[in-house]
């Protein structure tokens, strides 16, 4: 039986259990970094969604993305991450629900989901809680800010998720060099001028729809 990703108590126990320890899922900077480099520069600013205890953060301070938001809903893993990179100061580490962002709106040029959609399907009540994290992550993008989802699954799975009627974004596969390790579905959404009124229009159909 699979691990129950979707509960915020495995991921507790895990990260207690890996303490000091890193782990990136489904990709690394070193294959994400060309498509990354595409959407943003060294002032954007970047929301990383269920940051976990990947090294993608600090690889990208290193590379000269510094302003970097880390959220994950688990405690023991903001702490860890928190205290491993003290030492870049420009880079902040907080306890929070994707559901629920504590951002205000057009606020960040891109937000990187590595997995957090997928742990997120795990869970109870599911498609709402996508639909939440995508109506929040919405909000908070810039428009032409970009959502950036690196997911586990068959090719296109994700696009009912991500062509929601709450959202008003361009979803689009980034070009992959032939020479690219990647082995993941990388899908970005660009959020488009009135995605904010869209999402208020549309919102309560879809809360309705899912909330059963
Ligand atoms: C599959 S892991 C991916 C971790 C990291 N993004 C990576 O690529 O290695 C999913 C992460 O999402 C976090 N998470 C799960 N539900 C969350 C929620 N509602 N809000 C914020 N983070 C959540 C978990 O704690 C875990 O760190």
Not at 58 to 69: P, Q, R, T, V
Not at 160 to 167: A, F, I, Q
Not at 169 to 195: F, N, R
């Amino acid at each position: 039986m699979l691990p129950n990703y979707g509960n915020p108590e495995y991921w507790k126990k895990l990260y207690e259990e890996q303490q000091g320890k890193t782990y990136d899922w489904l990709e690394g900077y070193k294959t994400l970094k060309p498509i990354i480099k595409t959407l943003i520069n060294p002032t954007s600013k970047i929301l990383i969604l269920g940051c976990g205890n990947a090294e993608l953060s600090e690889e990208m301070y290193l590379d000269g993305f510094h302003n970097i938001e880390n959220i994950d809903i688990s405690e023991a893993v903001i702490q860890q991450m928190a205290s491993r990179c003290h030492h870049m100061p420009e880079m902040k580490w907080k306890i929070m629900d994707v559901r629920d962002l504590e951002y205000p709106s057009n606020f960040f040029d891109i937000a990187i989901d590595k997995g957090t959609i997928d742990a997120l399907l795990c869970g109870t009540n599911s498609y709402l809680s996508v639909a939440r994290m995508t109506k929040e992550v919405q909000r908070v993008l810039k428009v032409g800010g970009v959502y950036m989802v690196v997911s586990l699954g068959v090719c296109d799975s994700k696009l009912e998720h991500l062509e929601s009627k709450h959202l008003y974004w361009e979803t689009y596969y980034p070009d992959i060099d032939e020479e690219s390790d990647i082995v993941h579905d990388v899908y970005l959404c660009k959020k488009k001028e009135g995605a904010d009124k869209v999402c208020e229009d549309n919102w309560h159909e879809i809360e309705a729809k899912f909330n059963r």
